[in-house]
């Protein structure tokens, strides 16, 4: 029997072996997504039908599919072929369902920094994440964890200098939150703080380190608001 013959069988076994419901939502996950960039393709080509170029052939064509890739989601690794669109002029198709470089849906990226804050240690994220997304979470290194953790502290820092001049706040919540992960002789601390808009809608406006809950550490976060330009203070704070 042929060796190719003889993984293709040991595959179908390891299927399987896994639950048909896991099975089931995998597959309607893959036909959906396939579904959805195929539409979007036929959508793009029909919104640009009466573009012509001096024969009166179209500018914007089908042109087959690029290779077929994987994308990681909850129900596993998710195989897709992006269709391909040919330009016949300078334009360029890029898919806002499907970005060129994406390898992972946004939720694995929330699961990381949730994992993460649990105290879940760099060099155990693949193992963790495999536990819980299966097999095919084991592509998320220790390398890609740091480099997440990178853009992470860019995104933090730029967030935290932020203009505050023209936000007006009624409510405020403050409160001190301990996590597991030791850095010293006591857990960690990091002062939240969220405030409530006149027309109710709930704002994040601080997540720093602090020592324990006191006062000079909410100090400090108070006076870093007034520095980004909060000059009103709320009607109430708890």
């Known amino acids: 029997m042929p060796e190719s013959k003889v993984v293709s069988l040991e595959e179908r076994a390891k299927d399987e ?17 396939q579904a959805a960039i195929e539409n979007e393709v ?30 990681l989601s909850g129900a596993g ?5 992006q269709p391909r669109v040919r330009h016949r002029d300078q ?53 890609n964890i ?6 992470w502290e860019t995104d933090y820092k730029a967030w935290s200098q932020r203009d505050l001049s023209a936000k007006r706040y009624v409510y405020w919540w403050a409160d001190g939150v301990y996590f597991n992960v030791r850095v ?22 601080a997540v720093v380190d602090g020592y324990r809950e006191s006062t000079q550490s909410w100090g400090e976060l108070l006076g870093q608001l007034k520095r980004l330009g909060l000059a009103v203070a709320p009607k109430l704070a708890i």
Do not use: W
């Open 17 to 33: 072996q896994k639950p048909f419901l896991e099975q089931l939502l995998k597959e309607g996950a893959r036909k959906l997504l």
């Open 42 to 71: 036929l959508d793009y080509i029909q919104f640009h039908k009466d573009r012509l170029d001096e024969n009166g052939q179209r500018l914007v064509v089908r042109n087959g599919h690029l290779p077929e890739r994987e994308v």
């Open 77 to 81: 690794r998710i195989p897709v072929r």
């Open 91 to 143: 334009g360029r198709f890029s898919s806002a369902i499907l970005p060129k470089y994406m390898r992972r849906v946004p939720s694995v990226d929330a699961l990381i920094p949730a994992l993460y804050l649990k105290g879940i240690s760099t060099g155990d994220f693949s193992e963790a994440l495999t536990a819980i997304l299966g097999e095919g979470a084991s592509g998320l290194s220790a390398t």
């Open 146 to 151: 740091v480099r997440l953790k990178s853009s």
């Open 184 to 205: 010293d002789e006591e857990r960690s601390c990091v002062l939240v703080l969220i405030g409530a808009t006149e027309d109710g809608t709930k704002e994040l406006l």
